[in-house]
Every structure is written in structure tokens, then in C-alpha cells.
């Protein structure tokens, strides 16, 4: 198992998570949109995690509304997937969200992601509702997950 580091998104790392939205989305966020989140302190968090030579090899940004954690977008470099970095990633995220006040968290997945939930679900969320045709390219629902008493399981990275 490789060490990983995970560290605050800056201005520098924005091409890194660009690279990483491209090999993981379909319909990826775009430069502007990650630069207007790093301008939204107190609200956006964005955290990149690494290998131990400094290669982006996942992320994961959020929101803090009040007592509420909007997890916007989780991804991990396809040839990295099933080596623990996105439970690491979503550890990280959830203990950083209860640091900040939140008590419960949520967030959107396709349907059809079926390793997503899996691993999401592992966290304690659970379909709340469906948004209808809410993806594109291609057009899918997403499942509107909630973890609703806001913790990180025993035993997680």
C-alpha cells in the first residue's frame, strides 16, 4: 500500500485537479469554476491527495453550509481506484466537516455508480431522493445521498 498526502488545494494545484476531473467526469468542472471556489473561504474546501513523488492522484471539494457538508465532487485517478484513496479522501473530508460545525452531510451520485455507493455507503449515506435527468453525457439520475448523524466509522483510514 503507497502513502498518500493529502493537502488544501491552492491557486498552483488547479491544473491538477483539471487533469483529474478530465480522467474521472464526463462533464467536468472548468478552471473559472475551481478558481471561483478557491475564492469562497469559509464556504468551499477543496483537498488533493498525492503520492509520496507529489503526483495528483485524487481530490475531493465541499461545502460548509452551517451545519451541513456538500460534498461536490470525489475522484480518484482511474489506475489508483480500489487502493483506499478515495476512503481516505472521504475520512479526511468528514472529520474536516465535523471540525467545521457540520452534523450531517450530503451529496449527489449517478445511479449507475455503483462503486460509489458502495463506498459511500460505508460512510453511513442513504438515498434521500432521486433528482431526475440531473447528469449529462450521459443523461441520468442522481441518488441525493444524506449522512444524517455525521461521523467517520471506526477502523477508517
Not at 2 to 7: G, K, L, M
Not at 99 to 105: D, P, Y
Request: charged share 20%; proline share 4%.
Amino acid at each position: 500500500m503507497s502513502s498518500w498526502i493529502i493537502e488544501p488545494l491552492t491557486h498552483a494545484d488547479v491544473d491538477d485537479v483539471l487533469a483529474l476531473e478530465e480522467a474521472a467526469f464526463t462533464n467536468p468542472w472548468t478552471k473559472a469554476m475551481y478558481l471561483a471556489e478557491l475564492e469562497n473561504r469559509g464556504v468551499s474546501y477543496c483537498y488533493l491527495a498525492r503520492d509520496t513523488q507529489r503526483h495528483a492522484v485524487g481530490f475531493c471539494s465541499f461545502w460548509r453550509v452551517l451545519d451541513e457538508l456538500h460534498i461536490n465532487n470525489l475522484a480518484v485517478l482511474p489506475e489508483h481506484r480500489r487502493t483506499g484513496i478515495g476512503s481516505l479522501l472521504l475520512t479526511f473530508v468528514l472529520n474536516k466537516g465535523v471540525e467545521l460545525g457540520a452534523t450531517r452531510a450530503t451529496l449527489e451520485v449517478r445511479r449507475s455508480n455503483g462503486a460509489a455507493r458502495l463506498l459511500y455507503g460505508r460512510f453511513g449515506f442513504a438515498v434521500a431522493g432521486v433528482r431526475t435527468d440531473y447528469y449529462s453525457k450521459p443523461v441520468e439520475d442522481a441518488l441525493v445521498l444524506w449522512c444524517e448523524n455525521l461521523h467517520v466509522p471506526e477502523g477508517r483510514p
